[in-house]
Nanobody, 122 residues
């Protein structure tokens, strides 16, 4: 049974930083790409960032490029999202998932966890 447990969210002022963590289980972690997604109130869930199984290939949404960094620790079955220079428009619930990297999209493979709330005040 796949479990995805996100943590590290909180309330931060614009310009601040947060580091999110996602503990994953139920699949052989090091065999899969992992991704972060977010959903703001009243909006659809959107892709944020992902990386390949080894962490050597990363991809970011234009809205976070240069501010967010995704990384992973295969020994701990954990993926991270370092978020710097946060903006109010980054306010959302953040989710992780195993992903299939397709040409023009990232396909989440499993049901979503509970997510972690990030709120950026102006």
């Amino acid at each position: 049974q796949v479990q995805l447990v996100e943590s590290g969210g909180g309330l931060v002022q614009a310009g601040g930083s947060l580091r999110l963590s996602c503990a994953a289980s139920g699949r052989t972690f090091s065999n899969y790409a992992m991704g972060w997604f977010r959903q703001a109130p009243g909006k659809e869930r959107e892709f944020v960032a992902d990386l390949n199984w080894s962490g050597t290939s990363t991809y970011y949404a234009d809205s976070v490029k240069g501010r967010f960094t995704i990384s992973r620790d295969n020994a701990k079955n954990t993926v991270y999202l370092q978020m710097n220079s946060l903006k109010p428009e980054d306010t959302a619930v953040y989710y992780c998932n195993y992903v299939r990297r397709l040409t023009n999209m990232r396909l989440p493979l499993d049901s979503w966890g509970q997510g972690t709330q990030v709120t950026v005040s102006s």
